[in-house]
């Protein structure tokens, strides 16, 4: 048995499906390229039929990535693995993953179907899938809630059907370590052709036991494991990439696997991830997290003074964390900006390194010092959240103790440009009316937060909105020295998102997975 892990990375499709993680089609496609650094060996792109925003993603995957398998999910039926395969098959390495449940719960209150349909539909849809590629995925959705001997036989049904992966989900996050390691070894001891195919996880992380169940899984002899970057997934997530691959790297005296990740993509693939989402990593969060590497405590941190290894069991450089702080200003040239973009680890061609060097000019004649978090999110908005419809050209406000707060707003609405005034009962709320005016939008604002992206009273106002239209929820994110001008851009990236979400509703949601 081989002891190289295969890292099936699903945050562009589990991840992404998630509320608030939605992404437009240019920004899966820079994360996918940042997976591809990261060196994963699948890249799960997406649900091709779920959607024609869903579909035509995938494709511009599929024909973009050429290191990366690239999967595409599909339930049994064929016009699910028709769209898999159209979406996909220009890939250098197509994989179609199909999915039905398997356990009795699901049996018989989702599907209405007897167990025997249920090894027919698999059997099946493997033998579809197998016409237009050899190499495919059969995942039994609840696995771990499913009856262990039943379980093996719809495994043994599919492989010889001809599945060359079989993924075992603990789809609710249900499972315990030693009672999963448990049913691996059952499966495998019950699956008599287990050998010709292999066997696969795909945790959910609803008990926070995600990470520890993917790794008892590999030591009862899993060789796939499914993740996301930061953990990101339905409900309380899937299992977390990072943590995976650092604790077999951390721990290889232990778990003697290998990954063929480059752990210094491991950072910028994370913080990518936060940037183009808006939405931050927690600051405990394992691997990733602001504090993960942060000692406070006096003992600990003298502890670290005297000897990294008292308190450290890892080195920030090996996930790409560069801890150099570096302040530029308007002084600072080109091939200096370029340098410490690169630093923080984005690779931008020269095209989009011209344009954000004019805006880094624009933001240095007003604040003096540009620090590491000012560059982020002048990356974020110039370059990795492309908006799909509403873009800000101009706006102008009036407000003060002697005057009915007024704004102007000039927005770019795929092309053409509309400009309208309203007034409100302050700055902001004048501004935000001006928007809905121009938009015509009906959505909800359920939250508005401001934050300063760091000290001083120059440092870059930082605005969060939830906003809510017809049960869909979207954040918006927007950052200026100027708080007016970033709650603008957080509304507009808020409404952006929601212009999104609804050009790729037909999601059915009792099929996500
Ligand atoms: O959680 C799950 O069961 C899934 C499957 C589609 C693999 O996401
Ligand atoms: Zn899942």
Request: with cysteine; glycine share 8%.
């Given at each position: 048995?081989?002891?190289?892990?295969?890292?099936?990375?699903?945050?562009?499709?589990?991840?992404?499906?998630?509320?608030?993680?939605?992404?437009?089609?240019?920004?899966?496609?820079?994360?996918?390229?940042?997976?591809?650094?990261?060196?994963?060996?699948?890249?799960?792109?997406?649900?091709?039929?779920?959607?024609?925003?869903?579909?035509?993603?995938v494709q511009m995957i599929a024909k973009k990535i050429r290191s990366v398998e690239v999967a595409g999910l599909a339930r049994t039926s064929k016009k699910d693995i028709d769209a898999a395969w159209g979406a996909i098959k220009e890939a250098a390495n197509p994989?179609?993953?199909?999915?039905?449940?398997?356990?009795?719960?699901?049996?018989?209150h989702k599907l209405k179907m007897d167990r025997n349909q249920v090894i027919n539909k698999a059997v099946?849809?493997?033998?579809?899938?197998?016409?237009?590629?050899?190499?495919?995925?059969?995942?039994?959705?609840?696995?771990?809630?499913?009856?262990?001997?039943?379980?093996?036989?719809?495994f043994e049904a599919a492989i010889s059907a001809g599945a060359t992966t079989v993924n075992l989900?603990?789809?609710?996050?249900?499972?315990?370590?030693?009672?999963?390691?448990?049913?691996?070894?059952?499966?495998?001891?019950?699956?008599?052709n287990i050998g010709k195919a292999?066997?696969?996880?795909?945790?959910?992380?609803?008990?926070?036991?995600?990470?520890?169940?993917?790794?008892?899984?590999?030591?009862?002899?899993?060789?796939?494991?499914?993740?996301?970057?930061?953990?990101?997934?339905e409900r309380a997530g899937n299992t977390s990439l990072e943590e995976v691959v650092m604790a077999l790297h951390?721990?290889?005296?232990?778990?003697?696997?290998?990954?063929?990740?480059?752990?210094?993509?491991?950072?910028?693939?994370?913080?990518?991830?936060?940037?183009?989402?808006?939405?931050p990593v927690q600051p405990n969060k394992a691997v990733v997290g602001a504090n993960a590497f942060a000692h406070?405590?006096?003992?600990?941190?003298?502890?670290?003074?005297?000897?990294?290894?008292?308190?450290?069991?890892?080195?920030?450089?090996?996930?790409?964390?560069?801890?150099?702080?570096?302040?530029?200003?308007?002084?600072?040239?080109?091939?200096?900006?370029?340098?410490?973009?690169?630093?923080?680890?984005?690779?931008?061609?020269?095209?989009?390194?011209?344009?954000?060097?004019?805006?880094?000019?624009e933001l240095a004649d007003k604040k003096k010092e540009i620090v590491d978090e000012d560059l982020e999110v002048l990356v974020a908005e110039e370059i990795l959240r492309v908006p799909d419809t509403y873009r800000l050209k101009y706006l102008n406000v009036i407000s003060g103790t002697a005057t009915v707060p007024t704004a102007t707003v000039q927005l770019e609405i795929e092309g053409k440009v509309e400009q309208d005034a309203e007034f409100g009962v302050g700055p902001i709320d004048a501004t935000f009316n001006t928007i809905a005016k121009i938009t015509g939008t009906e959505s909800k604002l359920l939250h508005f937060s401001i934050d300063s992206l760091t000290g001083g009273t120059d440092a870059q106002g930082s605005v969060t909105v939830r906003i809510e239209e017809g049960g869909a929820q979207t954040l918006g994110k927007g950052n200026d020295p100027d708080i007016i001008v970033a709650s603008a851009k957080?509304?507009?990236?808020?409404?952006?998102?929601l212009e999104h979400l609804k050009r790729n509703s037909s999601f059915p949601n009792s099929s996500r997975g």
């Open positions: 048995m081989t002891d190289k892990i295969i890292i099936f990375d699903t945050t562009l499709r589990d991840g992404e499906q998630s509320p608030g993680y939605s992404m437009n089609t240019a920004e899966k496609l820079h994360l996918a390229s940042q997976l591809e650094k990261l060196r994963i060996d699948v890249l799960e792109a997406g649900f091709p039929s779920s959607s024609e925003g869903d579909f035509e993603a994989r179609i993953h199909v999915f039905i449940a398997t356990s009795d719960i699901h049996l018989q099946e849809a493997v033998k579809y899938a197998k016409k237009f590629t050899k190499n495919i995925e059969f995942s039994a959705e609840d696995g771990s809630r499913s009856d262990r001997d039943f379980l093996s036989r719809v989900p603990d789809t609710v996050g249900y499972a315990i370590p030693g009672e999963f390691s448990d049913l691996i070894a059952h499966v495998i001891s019950h699956t008599p292999i066997l696969s996880v795909h945790c959910h992380n609803d008990l926070g036991l995600a990470t520890a169940n993917t790794l008892a899984g590999i030591n009862a002899g899993v060789r796939q494991v499914e993740v996301t970057v930061n953990g990101i997934g951390t721990r290889r005296n232990y778990l003697p696997y290998l990954t063929t990740i480059d752990t210094k993509e491991i950072y910028p693939s994370s913080h990518l991830l936060a940037m183009i989402t808006g939405i406070e405590a006096g003992i600990h941190q003298d502890g670290v003074l005297k000897h990294k290894t008292t308190y450290e069991i890892m080195e920030p450089a090996t996930i790409g964390l560069d801890t150099n702080r570096i302040v530029m200003g308007k002084h600072s040239g080109r091939h200096a900006f370029r340098d410490r973009l690169k630093g923080l680890g984005y690779d931008l061609s020269e095209g989009d390194i011209d344009h954000l060097f004019k805006r880094f000019k957080a509304f507009i990236n808020g409404l952006n998102r």
